[in-house]
């Protein structure tokens, strides 16, 4: 009978099968393709074209839809996919809030939903039994077979299977499937991302005999010497027991097991097993044949526990080096393909991840197939988020975050989908820890189902941040947890919990820098304290992939779309594009970064000659897999090359001997780069890990190459007007505004070579990691400074002429920020020095830069410098670059954000000069080591700009040279910018050299 369940969480799910492990049957005949994978002729796929019918609420439907619906359902859809990415309804991003009114169980009337439709045809089915399997629905639908209500299902990532064998017929079927947008469910679903729906995962039919192998459950352990393994198999049968042939193959094919058996639990020994690891995936594959039936499941033989702290894996200590991963595309929204996920998976390989916390509920069943299968540990999250909670009136973290937590009524709910977890994917071999969810908050339902999941499997580790949040008055129980779980934990407090004596967990970092836009600037200080301490046992970046929605392109360019670009009402903003690879999957910078930080290779220099090469791996000898090229530069460029072998264990050392090739006067380095000497798994030979640099001398004449000293001697004379002073010399002449004390214009052999006066600067457009500094800076009015020359000083010299300002630089409505003594300096050759001596206004926050901003003729786009690169670079993200000549031009120093903030600055530069067909403008500053940003966009334009598809052209090239600038740090959802990377001096000292 019919009814409406969607607001009634004591009704989750109605004529839906127990839960059960995900598995692909095949017809008992088909053994060779059930090992081989092809697929099943006892899977009926429904995925293709439906009839679909968009509602705006179920007061829309009429009262007999489920028997209408081949004539209602006149548009067509692809299943499986989201209904928003077709047009219909609107997306919204909404991180925190809930997107509905908060009035558990009940959910508005206007309530999209979605109709569906297909015919399918079957035949010859009688004696067996025939289950559709929904494999992702959001966020709850009915089913309807031939018109007969069949049942209904929520919690939108776990598969819902139905035995639908009595409504069918041979030949014709149809199919109604009635999707909600909104449910009870709901409540328990309020993760940061896009919000979207409909069927947009797999849907199929599986035809089976009418007595067949239900559920099954494997479980591995081994010997303390790891010389002997034994695989526990359980078995559940729907209706009558059968008689099973189980056989365990091991990598390579071969029979090592096999049994016949007519009860329900059997062990498999296996001598001298091949273990499975993230870095070896050695995978066995167990067949079970029944009278009508064989199943494969992939097992991978390993032992996981907590040790002191330490995450250990088959005896050895391990270390999680990971991100967090939502099922997100720019074009098929929450759908992703094998073809997807593996696009994903590869480039984790690339860039030396090799662990994934699947944020915030279960992938699809085969992901975790996938990540068995190529080498990667996951947190397996539960599909339970109650975050909106915290912002109802009055709420907080430590207030009524566990109200749902408390809930009696909330018990059933959060312990189902923490069960519909377990048993779908309990037996993949990747699953190293169980996590109950995301920031639920925290009481007794959590409590009752920690104590079941531990029970029901003991070998696993369980996971869940929100024990940490005690509220509504509870105090919690956290015995069941081995490790804790925090997020965005500064490095003070995570070296304050590892070392705590009183402390005996292991410490995990679910949540860490926070990579939006220009960003993060800490990947290496986490990882430092990673390989420090025992007890720190993994982090995961946030996140992996930018969330936005193409809408075609603008301009040449991508046009994206994020929170608030849908007409919603209420919304996030960017804050779902975070990731570290942008939506089509190209890496940002903090991917490279990431990387190189990650590499599975580290030197240390003992001596002069003399290095300590580690292999990080926890598994593998790297002798005949990793290669060392190094690399002699010399002033920046490539000289020489050696290869270098490696023969190193698993947690091992090398030292090497490597003879410096110098030469003098001249900078010298060493780069050494870590290369795949051979295929292995995703990875193609030649494939580089990463790179370290080494530099051993700063001899070179930067300033004899850059031409300064080399022009003709002239006389120097003095002009004054109101508003500038000019000094000139025969074929050149330098304009200076009387009025800020900068530079205004120079010009050489009568060419101008400014656009606009040069200015002081100290702002940036704010990157997404600023946004909780900016609100200091816009209080201290830094993005409005307003300068004041306090007194102005001539000075004739043999050989020179110098100009010295006191400035006050102030904004409007503030105080003075900075008093600089500011000193130009011209020489009879025509080059002009700059020395600037700063005193910061006590108390103000730390500065976002300092320097000179030039507005270069547009013309000057070729680039040639010596800094990091050829990566954007900052004090605290420059792992990914190194520090060599480099020859480029403006535009391609641009990295285009989808959100635009400030980008392309380069740390490290020892000079810069950008030049057209007939003008040169280098920048100089002697021993010392600037940043600068080369752009055809202003930082006002980056500012004001939503997106970068509407991002105009500047008609200069802006040139910033720069004193130093802050780091980019991870603090748009983390700690504070560690104060080491902060413009944070309060007298400072800055100088350069300018040839033109």
């Known amino acids: 009978m019919f009814e409406w369940c969607h607001e009634n969480p004591e009704k989750l799910h109605v004529n839906t099968e127990e839960n059960r492990a995900y598995y692909i049957p095949y017809p008992v005949e088909d053994f060779n393709s059930a090992m081989k ?116 299902s929520q919690v939108s990532h776990s598969t819902s299977e139905f035995d639908i064998t009595k409504y069918l017929h041979n030949g014709e079927n149809s199919l109604t499937v009635l999707v909600l947008k909104w449910c009870d469910g709901t409540y328990f679903e309020d993760q940061d991302k896009l919000r979207m729906s409909g069927i947009f995962r797999d849907v199929y039919l599986l035809v089976r005999p009418e007595n067949h192998l239900r559920d099954f459950k494997v479980i591995t352990d081994c010997s303390n010497d790891y010389k002997k393994a034994l695989v526990r198999i359980n078995l559940e049968y729907k209706g009558e027991e059968d008689i099973a042939e189980l056989s365990l193959f091991a990598p390579d094919g071969k029979c090592v097991c096999e049994v016949q058996t007519e009860e329900n639990e059997v062990e498999l020994l296996v001598d001298n097993p091949l273990l499975w690891n993230a870095e070896e995936p050695n995978l066995y594959r167990l067949a079970i044949k029944t009278a009508g039936e064989v199943i494969v499941q992939d097992v991978g033989i390993r032992k996981c526990y907590i040790e002191n702290g330490r995450l250990m894996l088959n ?65 397996d999250e539960a599909d339970l988020e109650c975050h909106g909670v915290v912002d109802l009136y009055g709420g907080g973290y430590n207030i009524n975050f566990g109200m749902l937590a408390m809930d009696e009524r909330c018990y059933v709910p959060i312990l189902d989908r923490i069960q519909r977890l377990y048993e779908r994917d309990k037996n993949q071999s990747s699953v190293l820890f169980w996590s109950m969810g995301n920031e639920a908050g925290y009481g007794v339902n959590f409590e009752r189902a920690a104590r079941w999941l531990v029970n029901e499997d003991p070998t696993r580790i369980l996971h869940y941040e929100g024990e940490s949040h005690e509220s509504c008055g509870h105090k919690n129980d956290i015995s069941m947890f081995e490790i804790a779980s925090r997020m965005y934990t500064s490095l003070k407090d995570v070296e304050d919990f590892v070392t705590n004596p009183d402390e005996h967990r292991g410490f995990l970092l679910c949540e860490c820098c926070h990579s939006m836009g220009n960003g993060a600037g800490d990947y290496e200080d986490y990882i430092q304290l990673l390989y420090k301490y025992d007890k720190f046992i993994g982090m995961f970046v946030w996140e992996w992939c930018d969330h936005a929605i193409y809408l075609g392109e603008e301009k040449g360019r991508k046009k994206y779309a994020y929170g608030g670009d849908f007409g919603e ?98 900078d010298n380095s060493l780069v050494f780069e870590y290369f795949l000497l051979k295929d292995k798994g995703m990875l193609r030979a030649g494939h580089i890990f990463g790179r370290e640099q080494y530099l051993n001398s700063y001899k070179a004449d930067w300033k004899k190459e850059l031409g300064f000293g080399s022009a003709t001697r002239s006389a120097l004379s003095i002009n004054f007007t109101a508003t500038e002073l000019i000094v000139t010399g025969d074929y050149f002449a330098y304009h200076f505004n009387r009025l800020n004390g900068c530079i205004k214009q120079v010009c050489k052999n009568g060419k101008e070579y400014f656009n606009r006066p040069a200015e002081w600067n100290i702002w940036r457009a704010p990157i997404d990691n600023d946004n909780a500094i900016k609100w200091d800076w816009y209080k201290a009015g830094y993005h409005m400074l307003r300068t004041k020359v306090l007194s102005e000083k001539v000075n004739r ?73 050829p990566y954007e670079s900052y004090i605290d993200k420059h792992r990914a670059s190194i520090q060599r000549r480099f020859q480029t031009d403006v535009r391609s120093l641009h990295e285009d954000y989808i959100r635009p903030q400030e980008n392309g600055s380069h ?22 080591e600037f940043s600068f940003n080369a752009s055809v966009y202003t930082q006002e334009e980056l500012e004001s700009k939503r997106h970068n598809y509407e991002l105009e052209e500047a008609d200069s090239v802006i040139l910033c040279i720069d004193y130093k600038q802050s780091g980019s740090g991870s603090g748009s959802c983390g700690p504070r910018l560690e104060p080491r990377y902060q413009l944070c001096e309060e007298d400072f000292e800055f100088g350069f050299s300018v040839r033109a």
């Open 907 to 928: 740390y490290g530069t020892r000079f810069v000069k950008l030049s057209s067909e007939d003008k040169v403008f280098a920048v100089f500053m002697g021993k010392e």
């Open 569 to 666: 009402l209420m919304h996030d903003g960017n804050f779902c594009v975070d990731g570290l690879v942008y939506p089509d999957r190209t890496p940002h910078t903090g991917l490279l970064e990431y990387k190189n930080v990650l590499r599975p290779v580290r030197s240390s220099r003992l001596d002069e000659n003399r290095y300590v090469f580690r292999n990080l791996y926890d598994f593998l000898d790297i002798t005949d897999l990793v290669g060392l090229r190094v690399i002699w530069l010399v002033n920046g460029v490539e000289q020489e090359t050696e290869t270098y072998s490696l023969p190193i264990a698993a947690g091992e050392e090398l030292i090497l001997e490597i003879t410096a090739k110098e030469q003098k006067r001249a």
């Open 37 to 152: 994978e092809d697929p099943s002729k006892a899977k009926i796929l429904l995925n293709g074209e439906w009839g679909f019918r968009f509602y705006n609420g179920i007061y829309e439907l009429p009262e007999n839809f489920y028997l209408e619906a081949d004539g209602l359902c006149k548009d067509r859809i692809t299943v499986p996919s989201c209904w928003q990415m077709y047009g219909y309804d609107n997306h919204q991003y909404i991180n925190v809030s809930y997107p509905i009114p908060f009035d558990f169980p009940y959910v508005p009337d206007q309530n999209p939903c979605g109709l569906y439709y297909r015919k399918f045809n079957l035949m010859d089915f009688q004696g067996k039994q025939v289950y559709i399997n929904f494999e992702g629905v959001d966020s709850c639908f009915y089913l309807f077979v031939n018109g007969n209500y069949a049942g209904y």
């Open 797 to 869: 010299e043999e050989g020179y002429i110098s100009v010295i300002y006191e400035l006050s630089l102030t904004p409007l409505a503030r105080a003075r920020v900075l008093k600089l003594t500011v000193e130009w300096r011209i020489d009879i050759y025509g080059e002009l020095t700059c020395q600037i001596g700063a005193e910061k206004t006590k108390g103000l926050p730390y500065l976002p830069r300092f320097g000179v901003r030039f507005f270069l003729k547009k013309d000057m786009e070729n680039v040639d410098y010596f800094g990091y690169g």
């Open 315 to 379: 005896g050895k200590k391990i270390k999680l080096k990971g991100v967090n991963r939502h099922d997100s595309d720019p074009i098929t929204g929450y759908t992703i393909s094998k073809e997807q996920a593996i696009q994903d998976l590869k480039l984790m390989k690339e860039h030396n991840i090799n662990a994934i916390r699947t944020a915030h509920y279960p992938n699809a069943p085969w992901f975790l197939e996938l990540c068995n299968r190529h080498g990667f540990y996951v947190i």
